[in-house]
């Protein structure tokens, strides 16, 4: 065997490799998405016109839990390869990234707030 038919160097080894380190990255978009929303207080997101904490919080869990199972490849299902509910993690950590973390920003708890930022 050559160093080239090795699972490391085929074509299968490279794309799984990539596939790896795409569910790799959803984990973490979806992590932090998750860790974002735990900082930010309940009552933000009604005042921001955005669905209620603990549903953002379970949709985030939820979504944090599908990418993890890919990105380890949990009992060998999926073959390394995203599944509907990685995709649909990725998706719902977007949305909250792109739409509901901007708007809720604003409200984040602590600190005396003047007009330019914390003082």
């Given amino acids: 065997m050559t160093v080239w038919e090795s699972p490391l160097f085929g074509l299968y080894g490279i ?3 990539i596939f790896w380190l795409l569910s790799v ?3 973490v978009l ?3 998405a998750l860790v974002h929303a735990l900082r930010i207080p309940s009552r933000a997101f009604p005042a ?3 669905q209620t ?3 953002w ?3 985030l869990g939820l979504a944090t839990l599908f990418t993890f199972a890919g990105a380890i490849n949990y009992m060998g299902m999926g073959m390394g390869l995203p599944n509907i509910f990685t995709i649909a993690a990725v998706i719902a950590a ?3 990234l792109a739409d509901v973390k901007p708007a809720v920003n604003g409200y984040r708890g602590g600190g005396n ?3 330019y930022g914390p003082w």
């Fill in 57 to 59: 919080l379970i949709i």
């Fill in 15 to 17: 794309l799984d490799i």
């Fill in 113 to 115: 707030q003047g007009p």
């Fill in 53 to 55: 904490k603990p549903l």
């Fill in 30 to 32: 979806s992590g932090w």
């Fill in 48 to 50: 921001a016109g955005k």
């Fill in 25 to 27: 990255g959803a984990f």
């Fill in 94 to 96: 977007g949305i909250y």
